[in-house]
């Protein structure tokens, strides 16, 4: 099984809204990563967890707050999101911190207005 | 700055082999290859890596010049399916799997 599953597939949601974004792999990965992906352009890292700790964060505004309850799980939570951040929100995982072989779920496409 | 280049888009006929360059004339000698494709509304595949010699697996061949400048990705049989951006990547091992895509090639099969 080699299934990153991410729910919800679409979210539409309002500048004021709190709401999370879910990713879940049962594949015994140890890492686990958020990446941005606008229309029309490749997509961009956000988040790295590995070993259930945040390892890496590009930078990302504080709006954005990954968590990872354990290590089939990994959450974005979003608040206070602006129109901009409207986009394919990807989620991978690797067997471990330096993996550069990733297996992507397919995605939660979010509008917010 | 880019590390790797690719033509913007390519068309395959269908039943026939797919040849996707990729130009990475500043790689180092410690950075791999690798290369993953995003068919349209999902998420990117791994496809294929490689350091100097030539790789083969069931999806695609990857081909890597003798001075590592430059590689091709080859699809034996191109398929509908395989119509999808085709991003070229090169990383080392500890780069702590920060992936870096560049713009890629928007492949098109045809019947």
């Known amino acids: 099984d080699t299934e990153v599953t991410q729910t919800p597939k679409h979210l539409v949601m309002g500048m004021t809204n709190k709401k999370s974004l879910k990713c879940e792999q049962h594949?015994?990965?140890?890492?686990m990563y958020w990446y941005k992906q606008k229309a029309k352009k490749p997509p961009e890292l956000m988040f790295v967890y590995s070993y259930e700790k945040l390892s890496i964060n590009e930078s990302v505004p504080s709006r954005f707050s990954p968590e990872c309850p354990n290590s089939s799980l990994l959450n974005l939570h979003l608040h206070a999101l602006q129109p901009e951040d409207s986009a394919l929100y990807l989620c991978a995982s690797s067997q471990d911190s330096g993996g550069m072989v990733q297996y992507f779920g397919a995605g939660t496409r979010l509008s917010v207005l | 700055d880019a590390k790797t280049t690719q033509p913007p888009s390519m068309d395959c006929a269908e039943g026939r082999a797919a040849n996707l360059p990729c130009n990475h004339s500043?790689?180092?000698?410690?950075?791999?290859v690798y290369w993953y494709r995003q068919i349209h509304s999902q998420g990117p595949q791994y496809i294929i890596h490689g350091l100097k010699n030539n790789e083969t697996n069931e999806m695609a061949s990857l081909i890597i010049t003798e001075d590592r400048k430059s590689s091709t990705l080859i699809l034996p049989h191109a398929t509908l399916r395989d119509t999808a951006v085709y991003y070229c990547i090169v990383m080392t091992t500890d780069s702590w799997g920060k992936l870096q895509f560049g713009a890629g090639t928007q492949v098109v099969v045809t019947p």
């Open positions: 500043t790689i180092s000698g410690n950075e791999y």
């Open positions: 594949m015994g990965h140890r890492a």
